[in-house]
């Protein structure tokens, strides 16, 4: 099993920046890929971004390509994203997840956090 706890949530102007840390235990971590989604009020979750378990791979998602940048640091089990020039359409529930999906974007994510809010104003 491995447990993701989503952090750095909150609410910030349009413009804003926050970074959104997922920290994990449990079995080794550095084993799986681990993606950001994201859930918007009466929207379905969709992916934001992932990254592979070296670090060196990653997917946007194309509406936060050049804004979001997803990280990894395998020492402190922890997965980034940051998250630059905020828009209200990024306002969501924004989630971890971890697995070996065959696609970052349309593949099975086993573990999942609670998911952190974050509200974006105009």
């Known amino acids: 099993q491995v447990q993701l706890l989503e952090s750095g949530g909150g609410w910030v102007q349009t413009g804003g920046s926050l970074r959104l840390s997922c920290e994990a235990s449990?079995?080794?971590?550095?084993?799986?890929?681990t993606g950001w989604f994201r859930q918007a009020p009466g929207k379905e979750r969709r992916i934001v971004a992932a990254?592979?378990?070296?670090?060196?791979?990653?997917y946007y998602v194309d509406s936060v390509k050049g804004r979001f940048t997803i990280t990894r640091d395998n020492a402190k089990n922890t997965v980034y994203l940051q998250m630059n020039s905020l828009k209200p359409e990024d306002t969501a529930v924004y989630f971890c997840?971890?697995?070996?999906?065959?696609?970052?974007?349309?593949?099975?994510?086993?573990?999942w956090g609670q998911g952190t809010q974050v509200t974006v104003s105009s």
């Open positions: 997840a971890a697995g070996r999906p065959n696609t970052y974007s349309t593949g099975t994510y086993d573990y």
């Open positions: 990254i592979d378990w070296s670090g060196g791979s990653t």
């Open positions: 449990g079995r080794t971590f550095s084993n799986y890929v």
